[in-house]
């Protein structure tokens, strides 16, 4: 059977995949793996949860099962409202909850939604306790009675709170900056072009209208022609995207160029390690992050570590080894020093910080990486078990060989799908095409189910 949680809680399409049972039965279990609901009973006090959502419609139904099944475990329940995940793992954290809950499928379309589960402190679960969750749904529960049952309140003036915080975390103001911000119709319409007022920044605001169905439709970080078009329009200085639950940020510069999360992290690791405040002198990035962006911060002194593909795995490197920045190219910057999880507003705020206080335009700044072209073939229907076979394993060595210190050469199985994926990365994109290509075509006869 598949495992139930995916790479970031659990998502499905709402209402078919995504049940309110579904919903109800997850939050029991997490009551009693997370909440420890039993311990609590001895001491007196009972846990306590916090519970966001973005705006998708089904949250609202979702929400309601999610707090049922917390309060019908005996856990205390704070609905935070409408707020990005970012904001729900801070409170986690600033409000001294057990767990906290947030219903989101981030940047998938609205008929989609999902639950992500965070511990104590405002971290998201380990694969291990993700699997307990799991394993103990539908378990045959004692429920609480009487006055032993959770209460709950609703907690939405705690969005100042975590507005509050992430300006604390800045050391220039934006004033004088103009910067178009689009919030993708998502968890950020209201928080971040306020975040960006106060910050001192001339703020216009688009995909900031949420109905509850049009989340992520033409605008955020997977959509940018918009922000394009209007930061250039404007004359803006430049504009910065979040995705549905604003997790993740990506920037325009002022031409209408697209500045990726690689861009981002080497202007921020830059400007870090210039302060003295880049734990260690490393950044912490995915296997999936650019040479380009490798090779920019060799060259500054800074030692890149590489990690599988998932912030989960970024964060759970920074914080074993004491890093305090890193991140993906699609956007999920960690600042562990300011946040338990990527955060689409803090990593915008403290990039423009950098704007800011240098003086130096964001195309600039990001002129310090030189992305290498880059080549990604999906080989689908493919054995993805056998992407460890002798004879791929020797056309990559070949490859590596032939493109020696200015590319490099990926392969990774899918984790949903039976795909392999051939990722090159050459001086030309005519020459990462070609090695590609090649390394291809032995995919589909070297690993054919």
Same mark, same amino acid.
């Given at each position: 059977?598949?495992? *139930?949680?995916?790479?970031?809680?659990?998502?499905?399409?709402?209402?078919?995949?995504?049940?309110?049972?579904?919903?109800?039965? #997850?939050?029991?279990?997490?009551?009693?793996?997370?909440?420890?609901?039993?311990?609590?009973?001895?001491?007196? /006090?009972?846990? +306590?949860?916090?519970?966001?959502?973005?705006?998708?419609?089904?949250?609202?139904? =979702?929400?309601?099962? +999610?707090?049922?099944?917390?309060?019908?475990?005996?856990?205390?329940?704070?609905?935070?409202?409408?707020?990005?995940?970012?904001?729900?793992?801070?409170?986690?954290?600033?409000?001294?909850?057990?767990?906290?809950?947030? =219903?989101?499928?981030?940047?998938?379309?609205?008929?989609?939604?999902?639950? %992500?589960?965070?511990?104590?402190?405002?971290? %998201? *679960?380990?694969?291990?306790?993700?699997?307990?969750?799991?394993?103990?749904?539908?378990?045959?529960?004692?429920?609480?009675?009487?006055?032993?049952?959770?209460?709950?309140?609703?907690?939405?003036?705690?969005?100042?709170?975590?507005?509050?915080?992430? #300006?604390?975390?800045?050391?220039?103001? =934006? @004033?004088?900056?103009?910067?178009?911000?689009?919030?993708?119709?998502?968890?950020?319409?209201?928080?971040?072009?306020?975040?960006?007022?106060?910050?001192?920044? /001339?703020?216009?605001?688009?995909?900031?209208?949420?109905?509850?169905?049009?989340?992520?439709?033409?605008?955020?970080?997977?959509?940018?022609? %918009? *922000?394009?078009?209007?930061?250039?329009?404007?004359?803006?200085? !430049?504009?910065?995207?979040?995705?549905?639950?604003?997790?993740?940020? !990506?920037?325009?510069?002022?031409?209408?160029?697209?500045?990726?999360? @690689?861009?981002?992290?080497?202007?921020?690791?830059?400007?870090?390690?210039?302060?003295?405040?880049?734990?260690?002198?490393?950044?912490?990035?995915? +296997?999936?992050?650019?040479?380009?962006?490798? *090779?920019?911060?060799?060259?500054?002194?800074?030692?890149?570590?590489?990690?599988?593909?998932?912030?989960?795995?970024?964060?759970?490197?920074?914080?074993?080894?004491?890093?305090?920045?890193?991140?993906?190219?699609?956007?999920?910057?960690?600042?562990?020093?300011?946040?338990?999880?990527? @955060?689409?507003?803090?990593?915008?705020?403290?990039?423009?910080?950098?704007?800011?206080?240098?003086?130096?335009? =964001?195309?600039? #700044?990001?002129?310090?990486?030189?992305?290498?072209?880059?080549?990604?073939?999906?080989? %689908?229907?493919?054995?993805?078990?056998?992407?460890?076979?002798?004879?791929?394993?020797?056309?990559?060595?070949?490859?590596?060989?032939?493109?020696?210190?200015?590319?490099?050469? !990926?392969?990774?199985?899918?984790?949903?799908?039976?795909?392999? /994926?051939?990722?090159?990365?050459?001086?030309?994109?005519?020459?990462?095409?070609?090695?590609?290509? /090649? #390394?291809?075509?032995?995919?589909?006869?070297?690993?054919?189910?």
């Amino acid at each position: 059977m598949a495992r *139930l949680f995916g790479t970031d809680g659990v998502r499905g399409v709402a209402g078919r995949d995504l049940t309110a049972e579904r919903a109800m039965d #997850l939050s029991v279990a997490a009551a009693h793996v997370l909440g420890d609901a039993g311990a609590f009973a001895a001491t007196g /006090r009972r846990p +306590v949860a916090v519970v966001g959502r973005d705006p998708r419609a089904s949250g609202e139904f =979702l929400e309601a099962a +999610v707090v049922a099944g917390l309060a019908a475990s005996g856990v205390d329940v704070l609905r935070l409202g409408v707020l990005p995940t970012p904001a729900v793992a801070h409170l986690t954290a600033a409000l001294g909850a057990d767990l906290g809950v947030m =219903l989101s499928a981030s940047h998938n379309p609205a008929p989609d939604n999902g639950i %992500k589960f965070l511990a104590r402190g405002g971290f %998201k *679960l380990s694969d291990v306790v993700e699997d307990e969750i799991e394993r103990r749904l539908g378990e045959e529960w004692s429920f609480p009675v009487g006055s032993a049952v959770g209460r709950v309140r609703d907690a939405y003036g705690e969005a100042d709170r975590y507005i509050s915080h992430v #300006l604390t975390t800045m050391n220039a103001a =934006l @004033d004088g900056l103009s910067i178009v911000v689009d919030c993708a119709h998502g968890a950020a319409h209201m928080v971040a072009p306020e975040a960006l007022v106060r910050a001192g920044a /001339r703020v216009e605001a688009i995909g900031a209208r949420p109905d509850g169905l049009n989340i992520n439709s033409g605008h955020g970080s997977t959509h940018l022609d %918009k *922000l394009q078009q209007v930061v250039v329009s404007r004359g803006a200085d !430049l504009g910065v995207a979040y995705d549905g639950d604003a997790d993740r940020c !990506l920037a325009v510069d002022h031409t209408g160029s697209i500045i990726d999360g @690689d861009h981002i992290m080497a202007v921020l690791a830059g400007a870090m390690h210039g302060e003295g405040l880049l734990s260690k002198d490393t950044v912490v990035a995915t +296997v999936m992050s650019n040479l380009g962006f490798k *090779l920019a911060m060799r060259d500054a002194g800074i030692t890149v570590v590489e990690t599988s593909v998932g912030d989960r795995y970024v964060l759970e490197r920074m914080k074993s080894d004491g890093y305090n920045l890193g991140g993906e190219q699609s956007g999920h910057v960690i600042m562990l020093d300011h946040a338990t999880t990527g @955060d689409g507003l803090l990593t915008s705020l403290h990039l423009l910080g950098v704007v800011a206080k240098s003086g130096v335009p =964001l195309k600039e #700044l990001a002129s310090v990486m030189t992305p290498l072209p880059q080549v990604l073939i999906n080989v %689908k229907d493919v054995d993805k078990g056998k992407a460890s076979v002798p004879e791929l394993i020797a056309a990559v060595a070949q490859a590596e060989a032939e493109l020696g210190e200015t590319g490099r050469v !990926l392969i990774r199985p899918s984790g949903t799908e039976p795909m392999i /994926r051939v990722m090159v990365e050459a001086a030309s994109e005519e020459h990462a095409t070609q090695v590609a290509g /090649r #390394l291809a075509d032995v995919v589909r006869t070297a690993c054919a189910s």
